[in-house]
C-alpha cells in the first residue's frame, strides 16, 4: 500500500447524510480526516460517529464559509501543516490526490494551491456550460491563509504565492435534486446582492481582463458582468453560446436555464430592494369607475 498523502482533510457539512459516506471514502488516501459539522439534524454526525469512526468530528455553529474555514483553521488542531478543504458533496479523485500529493512534496515555495473541479449533472460533466476550469484556494499550509466572506462564499486573503493544480475533484451540486440546488442558489442569490454593488463599483481595465493569471482574470469579469444591462439573458448567451454550452448537450441546455433563473433571481430581488417599502405612501388610485348607486332607469 502506498503511504498516505500527509494532508489533514477538513470537510464541513450541514445535514449531509446523503454525501458524507462517499466524501469521506475519496479521501482516503490522506493520513487524517476531520468533519465540521454546523448542527446537522439528519444523522450526518451519527453516521460518523457509528460508519466511519476514524473521522475526527468538530461542531460549530455556521455563520458563513469564510468564517467557518477560519474556525477550522484555529481549532482543528491539525497533525500535518497543509490542510485540503472539502464539502460534502464533492469527491476527490484519485488523480487529484496524487497531484495534491506532489504538491506538497514540493510545493516550490508556494503556501497554497488553487483546484479546480468538475460539476456534475444529470450523469454528466458539463464542462463549458460551467466555465471550467473555476479555481478555488483549497490546499494550504497552516498560518499562511485567512478566508473573508463574499457574497455566498469567501475569498482568501493569504501570505506567499499560491500554485494551481490541474487535476480536479468532482462535484456532486445536485446530489439532493434540483429541488434543493434552487432552495440553495434562493439564498445564495440573496447573498450576492451586497457583492454586486461592491464589484459594480471597482474599476474595470483591460489588464485584467487579459491577465494570465486565471483568478485575477475571472475576479474583473465578474466586476464587468456586474455593469452589464439585460444581465440574465447575456448570462445565458455567454455558457450556451460563446463558452459553447450547446456541446454539452440537453444537461448543459437545462443547466443554463437553471443559471438564467438564478440570475432573474438578482435581478427581482435588487429591484425590490429599491422600491418603497409597503409602509410608505403611494399615489392614490384613480376614482373607481364603479358608480356609488345603481343608475335610475326610466320608461
Not at 454525501?19 to 450526518?44: H, K, M, P, R, W
Not at 459594480?200 to 494570465?212: F, I, K, M, N
Not at 433571481?265 to 417599502?277: D, L, Q
Not at 409597503?278 to 364603479?290: A, I, L, Y
Request: charged share 20%; glycine share 6%.
Amino acid at each position: 500500500m502506498a503511504q498516505q498523502i500527509p494532508v489533514t482533510v477538513v470537510i464541513l457539512t450541514h445535514n449531509e447524510a446523503a454525501n458524507i459516506a462517499g466524501c469521506v471514502a475519496s479521501v482516503a488516501a490522506f493520513e487524517e480526516v476531520v468533519v465540521l459539522d454546523s448542527g446537522s439534524s439528519d444523522g450526518t454526525v451519527a453516521i460518523l460517529r457509528g460508519q466511519l469512526p476514524h473521522v475526527r468530528v468538530l461542531e460549530h455553529p455556521f455563520e458563513n464559509f469564510g468564517q467557518q474555514r477560519n474556525w477550522a483553521l484555529d481549532h482543528v488542531n491539525a497533525i500535518h501543516k497543509w490542510i485540503l478543504f472539502l464539502d460534502a458533496d464533492e469527491r476527490c479523485t484519485s488523480a487529484c490526490a496524487n497531484a495534491i500529493r506532489l504538491a506538497v512534496e514540493d510545493p516550490a515555495g508556494n503556501t497554497g494551491f488553487f483546484l479546480c473541479y468538475r460539476n456534475l449533472f444529470l450523469g454528466r460533466w458539463i464542462k463549458r456550460c460551467t466555465m471550467y476550469p473555476t479555481w478555488q484556494l483549497r490546499l494550504l499550509k497552516v498560518g499562511h491563509v485567512r478566508y473573508r466572506k463574499e457574497g455566498h462564499g469567501q475569498r482568501e486573503v493569504m501570505t506567499g504565492s499560491a500554485g494551481y493544480i490541474s487535476e480536479p475533484y468532482d462535484h456532486y451540486g445536485f446530489s439532493k435534486g434540483v429541488k434543493h440546488w434552487i432552495a440553495r442558489h434562493n439564498e445564495y442569490s440573496s447573498s450576492e446582492l451586497e457583492l454586486i454593488d461592491v464589484l459594480s463599483s471597482e474599476p474595470v481595465g483591460l489588464a485584467g481582463v487579459l491577465s494570465h493569471d486565471p483568478v485575477k482574470r475571472r475576479r474583473t469579469l465578474k466586476a464587468l458582468a456586474a455593469r452589464v444591462p439585460l444581465r440574465p439573458f447575456v448570462r445565458f448567451f455567454y455558457l450556451y453560446v460563446l463558452r459553447f454550452g450547446f456541446l454539452d448537450g440537453r444537461p448543459g441546455f437545462l443547466f443554463c436555464l437553471l443559471r438564467l433563473a438564478h440570475e432573474c433571481h438578482i435581478v427581482v430581488k435588487r429591484a425590490e430592494m429599491r422600491a418603497p417599502s409597503d409602509d410608505q405612501s403611494v399615489p392614490e388610485s384613480p376614482r373607481s369607475c364603479v358608480p356609488d348607486q345603481a343608475p335610475e332607469f326610466h320608461t
